[in-house]
T-cell receptor, first 106, second 114 residues
Framework: TQLLEQSPQFLSIQEGENLTVYCNSS?????LQWYRQEPGEGPVLLVT?????EVKKLKRLTFQFGDARKDSSLHITAAQPGDTGLYLC??????FGGGTRVLVKP | SQTIHQWPATLVQPVGSPLSLECTVE??????LYWYRQAAGRGLQLLFY??????ISSEVPQNLSASRPQDRQFILSSKKLLLSDSGFYLC?????????????FGQGTRLTVV
C-alpha cells in the first residue's frame, strides 16, 4: 500500500491570504486526486492529475503534480471562508493521505 | 444518475454488541466498492474494497469484516464491537473501468461505541 503524507496537518489563515498544502510519497504516483471534505459529509473530488509536471486550475485553486510524480501541491489564492474544510489527496487505488484541515477566518 | 445510500447516519452501540452497516449503489453496474473509517479531523483509513460480488480485499487486520452479497450492496460487520471501533464510517463507489475516475461517497455513519 502506497503511503501518502500530507502537510501541514492544520492551517489557519485570514480571509484573503494564500495557502499551499502538500502531498508526498516515496513511491511514484500513477495518478493523484484531491478531495475536499466538509464536516459530517463525504469527500468531494476537486481534481485528478495524471501527467508529471501537470498544472490544473479550478477558479482560485491551483494543483501541481511533481515532475517525478512523487508529490503534489494545492495552492489557494485569496482564500475565502467557504474554502474551509479538510483537504485530502488520494492515489489511484483510493488510499488517502492524513489530510490537511484548513480554517479560513473572516 | 448514480446514487449511493448509506445507513444508519448515527449509531450508538455498547461494547461487545454486533454491528451491521449497509451501503447500496443505484444507477451503475459492477462498481468498485470501498469502506473507510475516519477519526475526527483526520484522513480516511481504507478498511475494505471489493471489485465484484463475493470479492473482498482487507487492507487493515481488525475487528471488522465486509461482505458483498449483491453487485451493488456492501456490508460492514462486526461480531463484537470494541471501544476503538468508534469513528465515522464512509462507503464509496467508483467506476470499475478507470482508476482515475471520481469516487463518490455516502453521507457516512457516525458510530459511537460505549
Amino acid at each position: 500500500t502506497q503511503l501518502l503524507e500530507q502537510s501541514p496537518q492544520f492551517l489557519s489563515i485570514q480571509e484573503g491570504e494564500n495557502l499551499t498544502v502538500y502531498c508526498n510519497s516515496s513511491s511514484v504516483f500513477s495518478s493523484l486526486q484531491w478531495y475536499r471534505q466538509e464536516p459530517g459529509e463525504g469527500p468531494v473530488l476537486l481534481v485528478t492529475v495524471v501527467t508529471g509536471g501537470e498544472v490544473k486550475k479550478l477558479k482560485r485553486l491551483t494543483f501541481q503534480f511533481g515532475d517525478a510524480r512523487k508529490d503534489s501541491s494545492l495552492h489557494i489564492t485569496a482564500a475565502q471562508p467557504g474554502d474551509t474544510g479538510l483537504y485530502l489527496c488520494a492515489e489511484a487505488k483510493l488510499t488517502f493521505g492524513g489530510g490537511t484541515r484548513v480554517l479560513v477566518k473572516p | 444518475s448514480q446514487t449511493i445510500h448509506q445507513w444508519p447516519a448515527t449509531l450508538v452501540q455498547p461494547v461487545g454488541s454486533p454491528l451491521s452497516l449497509e451501503c447500496t449503489v443505484e444507477g451503475t453496474s459492477n462498481p468498485n466498492l470501498y469502506w473507510y473509517r475516519q477519526a475526527a479531523g483526520r484522513g480516511l483509513q481504507l478498511l475494505f474494497y471489493s471489485v465484484g460480488i463475493g470479492q473482498i480485499s482487507s487492507e487493515v487486520p481488525q475487528n471488522l469484516s465486509a461482505s458483498r452479497p449483491q453487485d451493488r450492496q456492501f456490508i460492514l460487520s462486526s461480531k463484537k464491537l470494541l471501544l476503538s471501533d468508534s469513528g465515522f464510517y464512509l462507503c464509496a463507489w467508483r467506476d470499475w473501468t478507470d482508476w482515475n475516475t471520481e469516487a463518490f461517497f455516502g453521507q457516512g455513519t457516525r458510530l459511537t461505541v460505549v
